[in-house]
């Protein structure tokens, strides 16, 4: 039984998907158009988000072959794994943003190569060989969670209508490159997957094969998204976001403090490693924790090369960063 679906609009379902992770569900949505649904979202690829999807199609009486759409916000596991399933369990067709299809591709499509890249990117910021392949095992590991892949098509419009509602299709990236927002401009309504969210701030980091800046791309999508009218946000983990403007004011403070923090903790040459290990508690941090701390530590010290703050250097095989 999934006891917690909740009908925020005539139409419209928030569904909790498990996922084995600290924030426990991925909120998806689910959209009644006519006598069709459309998804948004999915979860990851794994037993208990597989039943729990069964389960919700179960109580709202969903026939499978009624879906006929999957959005796709961004690439992130916890969003995309599931749609080659539901893909192949519907028929329906999958949507994404060109980016973030491209991201997909790259790191799912093929096993190996973007884990590898992510290894030598964090040798080359101090982490020691050992940490760094734990983290690339660590990524391979989580593929079999996104598979199958699905076929996805490439969405262009900017424009939707879905539910009895024109949604505007907004891009937003920052926490993920072309996520994409859907807005409700009649009922101030905004899906905004991760862009925004409560209590926990949106993982900001810096991968290979994406953004050079993407806490830039962040605070430029954020004051973007605070030039609409938004009374509910509904967000991919969390509670529902009645606050949108003071929340994004708080996570655009946060970050403040945190870019603070890291210059204060700069001395001398100073690898990204170094850095992480005087942000973060990171004594009991298993690999997965070490790649995001890592790769949101470097998103902040980007950050500050691109305003010029502090300088990065490059010595034989290895980045170092000091203040200027
Ligand atoms: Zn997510």
Redesign the pocket.
């Known amino acids: 039984m999934q006891e917690h679906i909740e009908e925020v609009a005539k139409n419209i379902y928030r569904i909790p998907i498990p996922v084995p992770f600290p924030m426990k569900y991925?909120y998806c949505y689910l959209l009644k158009n006519d006598e069709e649904w459309v998804m948004i979202d999915t979860g990851l690829n794994y037993k208990a988000a597989r039943d729990a999807w069964l389960e919700t199609f179960n109580q709202l009486q969903i026939d499978l072959m009624q879906v006929s759409m999957i959005f796709v916000t961004h690439f992130?596991p916890?969003?995309f794994g599931l749609s080659g399933w539901l893909q192949e369990k519907t028929g329906a067709k999958v949507f994404m943003s060109e980016v973030e299809y491209k991201m997909a591709r790259t790191v799912w499509f093929k096993e190996g190569i973007q884990a590898e890249a992510i290894a030598n990117m964090m040798r080359s910021h101090g982490v020691s060989d050992a940490l760094a392949s734990s983290m690339a095992d660590n990524m391979i590991h989580l593929r079999k969670n996104v598979l199958p892949l699905p076929e996805v098509s490439i969405l262009r419009s900017k424009k939707l209508t879905i539910a009895d509602k024109e949604w505007e299709i907004i891009e937003a990236s920052g926490h993920s490159d072309g996520q994409l927002c859907f807005y409700d401009k009649k009922d101030r309504m905004m899906i905004v997957a991760?862009q925004v969210l409560n209590k926990i701030t949106p993982n900001i980091s810096k991968w290979p094969n994406a953004s050079d800046n993407p806490l830039f791309q962040y605070f430029n999508s954020l004051s973007m998204l605070k030039g609409y009218d938004v009374k509910r946000a509904l967000p991919?983990?969390g509670v529902i976001i009645d606050n949108f403007i003071m929340r994004i004011d708080e996570i655009l403070k946060h970050h403040e403090n945190r870019l603070q923090k890291i210059k204060n903790v700069l001395k001398g040459f100073t690898t990204a490693y170094e850095v992480a290990c005087q942000i973060f508690k990171t004594e009991s941090f298993t690999p997965h924790q070490w790649r995001f701390a890592m790769a949101e530590t470097l998103a902040h010290l980007e950050y500050l090369v691109s305003t010029g703050e502090i300088e990065r250097q490059q010595i034989n095989e290895r980045f170092y960063y000091s203040i200027n």
């Open positions: 991925v992130h916890d969003h991760d991919g983990h």
